[in-house]
């Protein structure tokens, strides 16, 4: 069960922790080849565990973001997200795609793991929170290391909380 609270209720104690959101229901291996398919992939994951209901809006977010500049923040890693009015929670979908997809990432190399973030887009501060959190899980270079050498949703989303 994720526990979420909502902007009004939370404080330092209780703000969103990726421990709540990700887990073997939220964690993906693909085996697609482009940007695109990915995030239509995890778009679609979210739909299907209710996590979003707007899924048009979602998506024009996304690419909207995207178009912007890449999500790419190197070291394999993409962080694609979108805040929009019609989602009450955050939520992060992870995908580890079998074939590294070309995302124009800083360091040039293509994505192996995607992070995708959906959100309320009057909450900046929870969604910081948030990404603050998977950056200092993947930045450590043993734990990346780990990810991509298993073939378990279920032990990604454990290397992942722990």
């Known amino acids: ?27 993906f291996l693909l085996d697609k080849r482009y940007r695109s398919d990915v995030l239509d992939a995890l778009v679609a994951k979210a739909a299907e565990l209710g996590l979003v209901m707007d899924v048009p809006l979602l998506k024009s977010a996304i690419d909207a973001r995207e178009a912007l500049c890449s999500t790419a923040i190197g070291d394999e890693i993409a962080i694609p997200h979108a805040k929009i009015p019609t989602i009450s929670s955050f939520f992060v979908m992870t995908a580890v795609v079998k074939t590294p997809v070309e995302w124009d990432a800083p360091d040039q190399k293509a994505v192996r793991i995607v992070f995708l973030i959906g959100g309320p887009d009057d909450d900046q501060a929870a969604y910081l929170g948030l990404l603050a959190q998977i950056m200092r899980k993947v930045k450590d270079s043993d734990r990346r290391a780990n990810i991509l050498s298993t073939t378990s949703a279920a032990e990604i989303a454990r290397i992942l909380t722990r």
């Open 1 to 27: 069960m994720m526990a979420v609270y909502p902007k009004e209720q939370r404080t330092e104690s209780n703000l969103v922790k990726i421990q709540d959101l990700i887990n073997e229901k939220t964690v």
